[in-house]
Each structure stands twice: as structure tokens, then as C-alpha cells.
């Protein structure tokens, strides 16, 4: 009885404040769905959130939905970005982001290419932080006569570019090709030799408070499932962990130097599929509700 009088309290009060005077306790929290996704299908999450955090502004960014998910990334990535300024004008504290899958890339790059970010915690969800290298449903559905091991034909090549899951493939194999080709991740990680904007796009990611990395070893579609948590394949299909990747290392885009301040935090969690992550209860009382304040 005591309890639930307080929660009601705490609830009433909140709502009280949103309603009468525009504050919320809750910084906004903005969602970037997934892949192939309409924007609906982070309603679960939404509901998750507001029902934890009642008078939470949750804006879930309905922009290059579906088929339209596979535009490049960085077309795709000012396009969110436009989105998410006015959200970010309003919220003088700062917002979150949580964003999904592919949309985990499109958050690294609004974070890295955005001088004027306000974002506090980015939490990605099951998302190829390192780049993608396995044979899935996707995959066929869009290259339908490619398997992974030569992928990198049409992947690595200026059209391929045109296609995001090429701007982000991360053949173990052809790393050569990546640098070269990859506009996207191997611009974000600074792997090119050409990024002139690399110092400018570690100073932005570093202006982020807090990375949250939500991965685990069923999510059946993320190969390898590790690169949810920066780690990915050497030459040989071993796993390399963060900590030993040269982009870690040398520090190139800021994730070494935000990991020793302190503000990194990895999670591995076991039994949750690729589509589960965003519905699944406990995952958000465990390791979500928290970093939402
Ligand atoms: C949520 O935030 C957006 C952007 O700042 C604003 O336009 C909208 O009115 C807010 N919604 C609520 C219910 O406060
Ligand atoms: C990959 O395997 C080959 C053959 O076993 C070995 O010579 C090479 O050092 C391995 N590469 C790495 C990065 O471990
Ligand atoms: C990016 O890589 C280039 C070439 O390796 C290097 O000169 C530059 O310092 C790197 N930038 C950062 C921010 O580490
Ligand atoms: C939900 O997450 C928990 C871990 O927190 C996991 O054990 C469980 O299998 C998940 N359920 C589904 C349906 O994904």
C-alpha cells in the first residue's frame, strides 16, 4: 500500500509537472528503428519507456522506413539528423538516443559528423557497431545472388556504395577493398587514408556522455554477434575483441579515450533473438530503464 501510494505520487506528479508546465524528469529519448523496419515496430519499445518514465517525450524518427532503409547511410544519416534537431533545440539538458540494428550505425554517424549534438547516453541495440559479415535473410533478400565470401565484388565498388548494407560490409577477407571503397564505416573508424574529417569526428563522438553496447550470442543476425560490442573477425574468422582492434587502439575515433573516462558499458546477454530486443521486458528493466534519466 505505502509503495503503491508512492509510485502513484511519483506518477501523479510527474504527469502533473508535464502537463501544467512542459517539463519532464526525463530527458526525451529519440529511437532510429532498424533495417526494412517500418517505424511502428519500435512502438514496443516506446511503450516500454513511457510506461517506466510516464511524461517521457519518446520520438520514434519515421524516416527511411522499409525499402527506403537501404539508401546510403550517410544520405540516410543527414536525413535523421534533420529530424532530431528540433528535438535536440527543445531539450536544454540533452537527449538519448536508442537506436536499433542498422540504426545503431546511423547514430554513429550523426554523433561523429554533427558538431552541436547534445546527446547524453547513446544505447545501442544489437547494432553491427564493427560492420557486418554473415549470410542472412537480409543479405538474400537484397543481394539475392551473393553469398558473404563474395559479397565483396559488388560491395566494394562505387555503385555498390549506393546500397547501405554495402556501406558497412566488413569483409575479413578484403581489407584492402574496405578502406578503399567503404564510404561509410571505414570513414567512421577512420580506417581510410583520406578522412580529413577525422579529428573533427572524434571531437563530436567524444562530446557523448555515455556508450551503452546491448548485444548477445542468439541474436542470429548480427555476424558476428560481437561486433554489437565493437569486436570483430581478423583475417582468419577469429574473433578480435575491442580492446585489441587497431581502431581501438590508436584511438582513432575517440572510443578508446570515452572507454578510459569511464563511460563504456557492454552487455552480453544471452537468449534474446535479433527481433526480440526492442519487446523484450526484461531487457529493458535491466539494461535500458536506467540510463533514461
Ligand atoms: C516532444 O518534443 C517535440 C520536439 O521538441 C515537441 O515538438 C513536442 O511538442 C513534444 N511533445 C510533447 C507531448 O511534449
Ligand atoms: C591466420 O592463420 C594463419 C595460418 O594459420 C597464421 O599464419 C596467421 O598468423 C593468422 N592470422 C592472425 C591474425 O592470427
Ligand atoms: C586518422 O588516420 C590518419 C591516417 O592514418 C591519421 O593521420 C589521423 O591522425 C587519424 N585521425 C585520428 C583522429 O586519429
Ligand atoms: C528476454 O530477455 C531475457 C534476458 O534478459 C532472456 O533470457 C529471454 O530469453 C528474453 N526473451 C525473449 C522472448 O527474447
Redesign the pocket.
Known amino acids: 500500500m505505502g509503495t503503491d501510494y508512492r509510485v502513484f505520487t511519483a506518477t501523479f506528479l510527474t504527469l502533473f509537472l ?1 502537463v501544467c508546465i ?1 517539463v ?1 524528469a526525463y530527458k ?1 529519448v529519440i529511437i532510429v528503428h532498424g533495417i526494412l523496419e517500418p517505424a511502428y515496430k519500435e512502438n514496443p519499445l516506446k511503450d516500454l519507456i513511457t510506461k517506466a518514465h510516464p511524461g517521457t ?3 520514434i524518427i519515421d524516416e527511411y522506413t522499409e525499402l527506403f532503409s537501404l539508401y546510403p547511410m550517410w544520405e540516410q544519416v543527414r536525413g535523421f539528423q534533420k529530424a532530431m534537431v ?6 536544454k539538458d540533452g537527449v538519448h538516443i536508442i537506436c536499433y540494428s542498422q540504426g545503431g550505425l546511423i547514430c554513429r554517424g550523426v554523433l561523429e559528423s554533427m558538431d552541436d549534438h547534445n546527446v547524453d547516453t547513446f544505447i545501442s541495440l544489437s547494432s553491427p557497431l564493427m560492420g557486418q559479415y554473415g549470410d542472412t535473410d537480409y543479405l538474400k533478400y537484397v543481394f539475392p545472388h551473393y553469398l558473404k565470401e563474395n559479397l565483396y565484388k559488388v560491395a566494394y565498388t562505387s555503385y555498390g556504395q549506393d546500397i547501405s548494407i554495402s556501406n558497412y560490409w566488413n569483409d575479413p577477407h578484403q581489407q584492402d577493398l574496405y578502406k578503399e571503397y567503404s564510404v561509410f564505416l571505414a570513414v567512421l573508424n577512420n580506417q581510410t587514408s583520406n578522412n580529413v574529417k577525422s579529428k573533427e569526428y572524434k571531437n563530436n563522438f567524444l562530446k557523448l556522455k555515455k556508450l551503452v553496447m546491448i548485444g548477445g550470442p542468439d541474436d542470429g543476425v548480427i555476424t558476428p554477434w560481437q561486433s554489437s560490442h565493437f569486436a570483430f573477425y581478423d583475417e582468419n574468422e577469429t574473433v578480435v575483441e575491442m580492446k585489441d582492434q587497431e581502431v581501438y587502439q590508436r584511438d582513432y575515433f575517440g572510443l578508446k579515450t570515452m572507454d578510459e573516462r569511464g563511460d563504456v558499458t557492454t552487455y552480453e546477454i544471452p537468449g534474446v533473438q535479433h527481433l526480440n530486443w526492442h519487446k523484450n521486458q526484461t531487457i529493458f528493466d535491466d539494461y535500458i530503464e536506467k540510463w533514461l534519466t
Do not use: E, L
Open positions: 508535464t512542459g519532464s526525451p517525450n519518446v520520438t528540433p528535438i535536440m533545440q527543445h531539450a
